[in-house]
């Protein structure tokens, strides 16, 4: 079994940075098998149904959402076992909890969809403040 983390969110006005953190873990987990995951940031704004943000393979290529791109920085440190998603020029759209999402990756690739992700975080709530 593996948990998912999160932590970083907060309240910000707009404009302003955030970044967020998702540490995995688990009974047997460790470096070398998070190493072999893929992973993911998902948010989910009030009324809205979850969103794709940005994803990340075990080998550091990535992905990100339309609407994210050029603003937000999604990074792994296989070592700590964590994945992070640095957030800029934040504005209100960008409201919701953020979700960390994971899976083994065996090809190597990304996962995009969120019924690819067998695990996941409870959510960090982002504010952003006019």
């Known amino acids: 079994q593996v948990q998912l983390v999160e932590s970083g969110g907060g309240l910000v006005q707009a404009g302003g940075s955030l970044r967020l953190s998702c540490a995995a873990s688990g009974r047997t987990f460790s470096g070398r098998t998070f190493s072999s995951y893929a992973m993911g940031w998902f948010r989910q704004a009030p009324g809205k149904e979850r969103e794709f943000v940005s994803a990340i393979s075990w080998s550091g290529t990535t992905v990100y959402a339309d609407s994210v791109k050029g603003r937000f920085t999604i990074s792994r440190d296989n070592a700590k076992t964590t994945v992070y998603l640095k957030m800029n020029s934040l504005n209100l759209e960008d409201t919701a909890v953020y979700y960390c999402?994971?899976?083994?990756?065996?090809?190597?690739?990304?996962?995009?969809?969120?019924?690819?992700?067998?695990?996941w975080g409870q959510g960090t709530q982002v504010t952003v403040s006019s």
């Open positions: 999402a994971g899976d083994i990756s065996l090809s190597g690739g990304l996962y995009r969809h969120s019924q690819e992700y067998a695990y």
